[in-house]
């Protein structure tokens, strides 16, 4: 590639890593927001969350018409198109979390309806985690750093467990009393969302370790 065409190619691909870093800041946000909606019971919050989900589709359609743009037109090979492949992957996968975060604003707006089941301790350590993982994952895109993916690998097994922790006490308010199951349900859901999340944010380290070292470690491989 002509050193010219080279310099036009890394500054897309450049523009392309800042419209990644700008979506998985806006989920990262919602993330982190529609459960502090449920923190401090502010419906308002949860609601406005809902509302962002726009922007998040907007910017996924413009980072996917960017790769396609420079898939037909410069046909890149070997690493650059593992990185262009990547991010298509990595838009969907954040375009997910984004309507998780919603799902996860949506039960907030019904649990705030009714009083507070119990203290939440672990659902904000869990969040935290998840948005941990998501800024992790797109540092280490932007780096090319498979060893940082590799830490995200790791993490996703933490929120596993903290998912299992949460269902466990759910599931022992429930059976104290019946007239818990409808709110010990939402939290539930909400668990099982951010847990998806997390899946989320692995499946974008490890399309980093493809793209860093062309090895697939989806489903153990590699």
């Known amino acids: 590639m002509p050193p010219n065409v080279r310099r036009e190619f890394d500054a897309e691909l450049d523009t392309l890593k800042t419209r990644l870093l700008t979506m998985g800041g806006s989920v990262e946000a919602m993330v982190a927001d529609s459960l502090s909606a449920l923190v ?100 280490a895109f932007v780096e090319g750093n498979a060893d940082r993916a590799r830490e995200v690998l790791v993490e996703d097994q933490e929120v596993d467990d903290l998912n299992a922790q949460i269902f466990r006490e759910l599931i022992t308010f429930m059976l104290e009393d019946p007239k818990n199951i409808h709110r010990a349900t939402g939290l539930i859901f909400i668990a099982k969302y951010l847990e998806r999340i997390a899946d989320h944010a692995t499946n974008v380290a490890e399309d980093v370790i493809f793209v860093a070292e062309g090895r697939d470690v989806r489903h153990g491989h590699g």
């Open 40 to 139: 401090t019971r502010d419906t308002d919050l949860a609601t406005d969350v809902r509302g962002r989900d726009a922007e998040v589709d907007s910017l996924q359609m413009e980072v996917d018409d960017l790769t396609i743009r420079i898939l037909a037109l410069r046909q890149p090979a070997a690493s650059d198109l593992r990185f262009l492949i990547a991010a298509l992957k990595i838009s969907t996968d954040l375009e997910r979390v984004g309507d998780l975060a919603v799902n996860v604003a949506e039960r907030v707006e019904e649990l705030n309806a009714f009083p507070q089941l119990k203290p939440y301790i672990d659902l904000p350590r869990m969040t935290e985690r998840v948005r941990q993982m998501i800024h992790k994952a797109l540092d």
